[in-house]
């Protein structure tokens, strides 16, 4: 079985800038979630797309925005980048309560 | 969200047991306890889940007290490569967007040649 790949794998990006990163989910899951990880901290709950609508959201303003495609894989983008965006990203695949397979993240770097 | 506490650090010694605690008092009937672990420069990694009874699995075993108030992950021969953090979740795989996954600081295990 494939497992979730995440691309790119870093990126530095200026302030006010916009990116977007992708997620291809493991063959068999229908769910995505994304989490944001700061360095030192675990990650934390952005939001989680289930058969292509949204499923929830943590506590993450609305410039964050994502999609899920037909094929199940995923988008995450953020728009008017911050400094405080710099982190990890990681994408999850799943069943809606299956257990998750992460990918190994995109380091995103706000200049 | 239900919360867990587990101690910030912990250290082993290669080929001895490893027992990493974690504490969820106000786990909810519904609660599945999670173990993930985060090798370095990876992403999380599911390690084993159980709801009421003991679960072993090729990577480890969990030992859930009776009150399921608090669990055990054991890790029978610790390895240079189980040097990670292990993260103790719960879980409610029923809650609609509330089976996204809360993870706190985790403890992070160094295992010594």
């Known amino acids: 079985e494939t497992g979730v790949t995440q691309s790119p794998t870093h990126l530095i990006k200026t302030r006010g800038q916009q990116v977007t990163l992708r997620c291809s989910s493991q063959?068999?899951?229908?769910?995505v979630s994304w989490y944001q990880q700061a360095l030192g901290q675990g990650p934390q709950f952005i939001f989680q797309?289930?058969?292509?609508?949204?499923?929830g959201r943590g506590n993450f303003p609305p410039r964050f925005s994502g999609l899920q495609f037909p094929n199940y894989s995923s988008e995450l983008n953020v728009n008017a980048l911050e400094l405080d965006d710099s982190a990890l990203y990681l994408c999850?695949?799943?069943?809606?309560?299956?257990?998750?397979?992460f990918g190994s993240g995109t380091r995103l770097t706000v200049v | 969200d239900a919360k867990t506490t587990q101690p910030n650090s912990m250290e082993s010694n290669e080929e001895e047991p490893v027992h990493l605690p974690c504490n969820h008092s106000?786990?909810?009937?519904?609660?599945?306890i999670h173990w993930y672990r985060q090798l370095p420069s990876q992403g999380p990694e599911y390690v084993i889940h159980g709801l009421t009874s003991n679960v072993n699995n090729r990577m480890a075993s969990l030992a859930i007290a009776e009150d399921r108030k608090s669990s055990t992950l054991i890790l029978h021969r610790a390895t240079l490569r189980d040097a990670a953090v292990y993260y103790c979740i719960l879980r409610d795989p029923f809650g609609g967007a509330n089976s996204k996954l809360t993870f706190g600081k985790g403890i992070t295990l160094s295992v010594r040649p």
């Open positions: 999850a695949s799943s069943t809606l309560a299956g257990r998750n397979t």
């Open positions: 063959s068999g899951h229908n769910t």
């Open positions: 797309y289930y058969r292509e609508e949204e499923n």
């Open positions: 106000t786990i909810s009937g519904t609660d599945y």
